[in-house]
């Protein structure tokens, strides 16, 4: 079955800019709109950006990073990337990237593949 890894997270300072990589195996991505959400401690799980299948490739932002955050997809290496410039104390959270067919969906219910992490803090 599909499994998702995430990876690019750790300590970064405010302002930094790093790279999420979701990268899949077991399956491609191209059918699949991908999503990136993030928990901290003490929240609820929030979605904060997602890419539409690779045949349309539509994105979407949470009001919290547009214009910070930018989500892409190289097919060729069945990975998505969200890149995150400008960071603030207030993203620190765990970062998962889900699954979901075609179309970005609204409902957090609709995504069906999820990875296990990775820990983005950010703090001077």
Request: overall charge negative.
């Amino acid at each position: 079955q599909l499994q998702l890894v995430e990876s690019g997270g750790g300590l970064v300072q405010p302002g930094g800019s790093p790279r999420l990589s979701c990268v899949a195996s077991g399956g491609t991505l191209d059918t699949y709109a991908v999503g990136w959400f993030r928990q901290a401690p003490g929240k609820e799980r929030e979605g904060v950006s997602c890419i539409d299948s690779s045949y349309g490739g539509n994105t979407h932002y949470a009001d919290s990073v547009k214009g910070r955050f930018t989500i892409s997809r190289d097919n060729a290496k069945n990975t998505v990337y969200l890149r995150m410039n400008s960071v603030k104390p207030e993203d620190t959270a765990v970062y998962y990237c889900a699954t979901a067919p075609w179309v970005c969906p609204t409902a957090e219910l609709e995504y069906d593949h999820w990875g296990q992490g990775t820990q983005v803090t950010v703090s001077s």
